[in-house]
């Protein structure tokens, strides 16, 4: 036999000793697996300047510890324009829903009442050049300057009229929808300024281990940008497989006990938390029940007491609980 010939034999036998040796294992309720622990990457929602660092890599960290800041100083400056300009538009807006004050209302009656006399005296003088131009008594310029005068009067008289009927009224509904609108934004701009001045303090989501740590004190940090890698304490997960033929001993809610080669003789107590309800590792084709007993499905376990000598992707050791 050729030697590629022989090597392919020996690593079908190899793989065909491994399946039935798992197989087995799992009919005797064991199964092998390894240790899944969940990893975050933490990064800022806002970009600036790094002013302090609190952690290092290795690290345990708790839920809500500061592990870095920015400096917040533009950020503050921020906040103050948008107050400002919130201060500014709502009293705006207070104004607008009042309405006008009843001496304003009382000043426009007044130029009312002055520009209607103005228009009563240059309608008179005009009249008076008028009638003077034809003995010869004043000139047809004096007679143009009074009735350029009267109709200044008269627009005066207008303008004071329609100032009047505004003051009035009041603000149309549409001018205080617009301020409403804009008071709005203005509170929007408070609130993810105030945001932002918060994010600028980057802290733990949990408890867990700094993995990686992605910046240095001074550094430039972008909005989004990977800081720091926390490996979550909790949940601890076991990620194993089971043919389709035990799936009924480890169904979801199933206890199990966990243990490790670094320490035999410890064992974690184990929930079956998830079963996946589609096969992995499947055959070119599944007809037959010989072959079907070859899909393997995966299974996660949740383990309640897990400790820091769980790693991730440490090989384990699942058990039925007796």
């Known amino acids: 036999m050729a030697p590629a010939a022989l090597l392919l034999a020996a690593a079908l036998a190899g793989g065909y000793y491994l399946y039935q040796r798992e197989a087995e294992a799992a009919r005797q309720g064991t199964l092998y697996g390894n240790v899944d622990i969940r990893e975050v990457v933490l990064a800022f929602r806002v970009s600036g300047r790094l002013a302090s660092i609190q952690v290092d890599e290795g ?3 708790q839920p809500g510890q500061i592990l870095a800041r920015l400096d917040v100083e533009p950020l503050k400056n921020s906040l103050n324009a948008a107050l400002a300009n919130e201060a500014a538009l709502a009293a705006r807006n207070a104004l607008m829903r009042k309405g006008n004050r009843s001496e304003d209302i009382a000043q426009a009656r007044a130029r009312l009442e002055a520009s209607q006399a103005a228009v009563i005296q240059s309608e008179s003088e005009y009249r008076r050049q008028r009638d003077l131009v034809p003995a ?7 007679l143009e300057a009074a009735r350029s005068q009267r109709d200044q009067s008269l627009a005066q008289r207008d303008a004071a009229a329609q100032q009047l009927k505004a003051l009035v009224a009041g603000f149309r509904p549409e001018e205080i929808a617009e301020s409403d609108a804009q008071l709005k934004q203005a509170r929007a701009s408070v609130a993810s300024a105030r945001l932002a001045l918060k994010d600028a303090s980057l802290q733990s989501p949990s408890a867990g281990i700094i993995l990686a740590r ?32 035990q799936l009924g001993k480890f169904a979801a809610g199933t206890e199990v006990r966990v243990s490790s080669d670094s320490h035999p003789d410890k064992t974690y107590r184990g929930v079956v938390g998830f079963v996946s309800p ?45």
């Open 59 to 61: 690290d345990s960290v």
């Open 278 to 322: 589609t096969a992995e590792f499947t055959p070119k084709s599944v007809e037959t029940p010989d072959l079907r007993t070859a899909l393997v499905y995966r299974i996660r376990v949740v383990v309640g007491d897990a400790d820091a000598a769980l790693s991730q992707g440490m090989p384990v050791t699942v058990r039925l609980a007796r």
């Open 136 to 142: 010869g008594g004043s000139s047809r310029q004096l």
């Open 214 to 245: 992605a910046v240095e004190a001074g550094s430039m940090a972008q909005a989004g940008t990977p800081a720091f890698t926390l490996s979550l304490r909790q949940p601890v997960w076991v990620r194993a497989y089971v043919g389709e033929t």
